[in-house]
């Protein structure tokens, strides 16, 4: 058997984390199988191992594609992920990302899959106490599309302690940037983070950005947030599926990653202006529901236990990557 023989299911393999997980895995010597029902995700950013059409909530999809690759692990970033949508549409995102997950994880029990490495998120915490937050600080998610991450958690330490499936959730904070040798990269749609919008903003995709809220409690009145590369990001998700290998044991742990960093909308702003040297039209609006001042990770608990460490810190660096995507891509 070949290193390159060791197949692992990532479902959401063909959207923007799933993609970059997908190219790290390839180069760690896994064959990473596409599970995706390319509702959000793109065909064509799978390019690292084959495709397997097919919804979550599709068992028999499930099981065909487990029973034909017989995957040593299953990585999950199958879900919905705006946070408004799932606040005026909360079914949509339960069914998808709650019984989604379930049937994934019933799936993965049937068919002996050990190990499973989740996406989670730090809208798990909802408004936190204090910063930087660490993995014990109380989860009390303020949206159905957090409350969603948060039960396929619990299911997770459920199906662990139950059926001995060793599992980690990966709770990131404001994913960001696109492939360093730029193949794959963000492409929603519609798009709602504030990087590629401010980046369509100064190229003249749209008219301007609004800045949500200018009166909150940080230097600048706008909101701080840990912005952290993808590939950072993938980069932990290998680590995370070695570390579950080389244990073995049916456990169930979190980790926080981010690089324990914040900047404010402003300086996000300001950041692109001085990457791209275009200057940004900007609207000072107001708040958005929900948004909490200030998110900034302790990942000192990933760094210990997995290894790892982030290497694109700078703010312009992350986002000369996503520039370098954005002049590529064609418009969404
Ligand atoms: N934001 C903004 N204008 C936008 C989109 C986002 O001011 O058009 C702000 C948002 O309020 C938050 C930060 O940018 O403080 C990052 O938002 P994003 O939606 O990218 O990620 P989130 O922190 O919500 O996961």
Same mark, same amino acid.
Request: hydrophobic share 35%.
């Given at each position: 058997?070949?290193?390159?023989? $060791?197949?692992?299911?990532?479902? !959401?393999? #063909?959207?923007? /984390? +799933? @993609?970059?997980?997908?190219?790290?895995?390839?180069? %760690? &010597?896994?064959?990473?199988?596409?599970?995706?029902?390319?509702?959000?995700?793109?065909?064509?950013?799978?390019?690292?191992?084959?495709?397997?059409?097919?919804?979550?909530?599709?068992?028999?999809?499930?099981?065909?594609?487990?029973?034909?690759?017989?995957?040593?692990?299953?990585?999950?970033?199958?879900?919905?992920?705006?946070?408004?949508?799932?606040?005026?549409?909360?079914?949509?995102?339960?069914?998808?990302?709650?019984?989604?997950?379930?049937?994934?994880?019933?799936?993965?029990?049937?068919?002996?899959?050990?190990?499973?490495?989740?996406?989670?998120?730090c809208a798990t915490y909802g408004i936190p106490d204090k910063v930087p937050l660490g993995?014990?600080?109380?989860?009390?998610?303020?949206?159905?599309?957090?409350?969603?991450?948060?039960?396929?958690? $619990?299911?997770?330490?459920?199906? !662990?302690? #139950?059926?001995? /499936? +060793? @599992?980690?959730?990966?709770?990131?904070?404001?994913? %960001? &940037?696109?492939?360093?040798?730029?193949?794959?990269?963000?492409?929603?749609?519609?798009?709602?983070?504030?990087?590629?919008?401010?980046?369509?903003?100064?190229?003249?995709?749209?008219?301007?950005?609004?800045?949500?809220?200018?009166?909150?409690?940080?230097?600048?009145?706008?909101?701080?947030?840990?912005?952290?590369?993808?590939?950072?990001?993938?980069?932990?998700?290998?680590?995370?599926?070695?570390?579950?290998?080389?244990?073995g044991a049916p456990s169930s742990a979190a980790y926080n990653l981010g690089n324990g960093?914040?900047?404010?909308?402003?300086?996000?702003?300001?950041?692109?202006?001085?990457?791209?040297?275009?200057?940004?039209?900007?609207?000072?609006?107001?708040?958005?529901?929900?948004?909490?001042?200030?998110?900034?990770?302790?990942?000192?608990?990933?760094?210990?236990?997995?290894?790892?460490?982030?290497?694109?810190?700078e703010l312009d660096e992350i986002i000369r990557t996503a520039w370098a995507w954005h002049?590529?891509?064609?418009?969404?």
């Amino acid at each position: 058997m070949t290193d390159r023989d $060791r197949p692992v299911l990532v479902t !959401g393999g #063909a959207g923007y /984390i +799933g @993609s970059h997980i997908c190219k790290a895995l390839a180069r %760690a &010597g896994y064959l990473p199988v596409t599970f995706d029902n390319l509702i959000y995700g793109h065909e064509r950013a799978v390019k690292w191992g084959p495709l397997e059409r097919g919804d979550i909530l599709d068992r028999a999809r499930l099981d065909e594609a487990m029973r034909r690759h017989k995957p040593g692990a299953i990585l999950h970033f199958a879900a919905y992920t705006y946070v408004g949508e799932s606040v005026s549409d909360p079914g949509r995102y339960y069914r998808n990302n709650v019984c989604g997950t379930l049937t994934l994880l019933e799936a993965a029990r049937d068919n002996a899959v050990p190990y499973f490495v989740f996406s989670s998120t730090c809208a798990t915490y909802g408004i936190p106490d204090k910063v930087p937050l660490g993995e014990d600080t109380a989860q009390n998610p303020i949206n159905p599309y957090g409350e969603s991450k948060l039960f396929a958690e $619990r299911m997770l330490r459920d199906f !662990g302690a #139950a059926h001995g /499936i +060793g @599992s980690i959730a990966l709770r990131y904070f404001n994913a %960001a &940037g696109a492939d360093p040798d730029n193949e794959i990269g963000e492409s929603h749609d519609p798009e709602t983070h504030l990087i590629p919008l401010v980046l369509d903003a100064a190229s003249g995709r749209r008219e301007s950005i609004t800045v949500f809220g200018t009166d909150y409690d940080t230097p600048d009145g706008t909101c701080i947030r840990d912005y952290i590369h993808v590939a950072d990001l993938a980069d932990a998700h290998v680590r995370a599926l070695q570390h579950l290998e080389k244990s073995g044991a049916p456990s169930s742990a979190a980790y926080n990653l981010g690089n324990g960093q914040g900047f404010s909308v402003r300086e996000v702003i300001h950041a692109v202006e001085r990457v791209t040297g275009l200057e940004v039209p900007v609207v000072l609006g107001a708040r958005r529901a929900g948004d909490p001042a200030r998110l900034i990770a302790d990942s000192a608990k990933a760094r210990e236990e997995l290894g790892w460490e982030p290497h694109i810190h700078e703010l312009d660096e992350i986002i000369r990557t996503a520039w370098a995507w954005h002049q590529r891509e064609p418009r969404r």
